[in-house]
């Protein structure tokens, strides 16, 4: 079973807000999936998908307030490089960082604590980070 990182992110409002900011992080416009029930935005970097969900039902676990974030993103390497994976995360969470806009949550698989930022601090802040 592949391994994926997910980036929750707060504020996913507006919408449209989010989706061109990530896009922007991307360096890809994200396309709606109207006929995906699970997934709303995704793109495809030629090597790895990133996967919008505006909404989620995670809830605390391993000391992460998921519930304190809207909206959440997956990286997904299509070789299952997870290297590379992770790197990509990151590229794209910390472009989104620098924007200073969103409480950021950067996960390995939903079950490992990577990284966190907040619009006044940035990214690079460990546990401390909640929105």
Known sequence: MSEYHYVFVHP??????LVADLSWACGVQLRALDDNPDLDYSASLGYAAVELEL??????DQGMPFERYDSVFAVRDFDSDIGRQEATARRI???LASL???????TLDVQEFVDA???EQGAGLGRQATP
């Open 117 to 119: 930022a907040t619009p």
């Open 12 to 17: 996913g409002t507006p919408p449209d807000q």
């Open 93 to 95: 969470y910390e472009r």
């Open 100 to 106: 200073r806009r969103y409480h950021l949550l950067l």
């Open 55 to 60: 909404e989620h039902e995670y809830e605390e």
